[in-house]
């Protein structure tokens, strides 16, 4: 991530670097290629403008929020959603606490409040099904009308049903993490326009895998992900470079059935990664997990993988080495 790129968590202003900006609002879950409509807008406009462009997103995401309990499958919890923010090239993404407050508040106050008051908004641009405020009384119609009382430019981004990969009828967050969930990898990449991933921090291990020939980078992914239980071709981006590799990600049932856990073995690489944040792309699926009835015959399999990995890697053009 950039080291310009702004990331404020409910700032009572503008946060510096940030005025008069333009912001693309919603909970943006995934940044979908029907996301990134709304975000292209709002970055035309901004430019029009002259004035930086933000993402204005909430968390926790509303259905956990309600439920009491996590139960969305996040594509894109907070660091992801950002990190992905900024790929897209906007300027900062700000981060509003979705509590019994907000979610209680009249749709003026959000606009008024928040829009125009605190954040200081040169301009908002929304999708066609954008709803908020208490019992989500404000819509397209509401915005576009406050944005006139406050001064403020309003644009609504129609339903898009095609982008330059094509229809995007098939494209939204629910489809994706039900990609995930079958383990396809590779749909879920079609459908966000960019690879699945995750962050998070290495781990220590048992070094089972280090013992087998196969060391792994080792990641506990949030309780929520519903992820396929299974064998991935992935990269995994360690100190700004990129490095292909082969990923497990479940309960390790050959040896000790425990908690999910995703483990990565990184081609080529010697060095040292606990304790550091890294980023994996999952790029295909490469089989369900399974339990082998020995340690050689699971051995045998990996080096399987590792060539089925290497070669769905190089198909889909999966960069390395910070390229």
Known sequence: MSASFIVARDPQAPPPGLEGAVAAVGNFDGLHRGHRGVIARAQALAAK?????ILLTFEPHPA??????????????P??????AARLGLDGIVVLTFDKDFAQ??????TQEILHKRLRLSAVVAGYDFRFGAGREGGPEFLRAEGERLGMIVEIVDRITQDEEGSLEAV????????????DAALARRLLGHPYFIRGVVRHGDKRGRELGFPTANIALDPANRLKHGIYAVTIEVDGKVH??????????TFDN????LEVFLFDFDGDLYGKEVEVAFYGFIRAEAKFDSVE???????VDVEEARRRLAESGAATQGE
Do not use: H, N, W
């Open 172 to 183: 939204s967050s629910t489809a994706t993490r039900e990609a995930l969930e079958r383990g």
């Open 297 to 303: 015959a699971l051995v045998e399999r990996m080096r």
């Open 258 to 261: 425990g908690a999910p856990l």
């Open 244 to 253: 292909q590799g082969v990923a497990s990600f479940g309960r390790r049932p």
């Open 64 to 77: 956990d929020f309600f439920a009491g309990r996590t139960v969305i499958f996040r594509l894109t919890p």
């Open 105 to 110: 508040s009249p749709a003026r106050v959000f």
């Open 49 to 53: 403008l002259s004035r930086p462009c």
């Open 79 to 84: 660091d992801a959603k950002a990190a992905q």
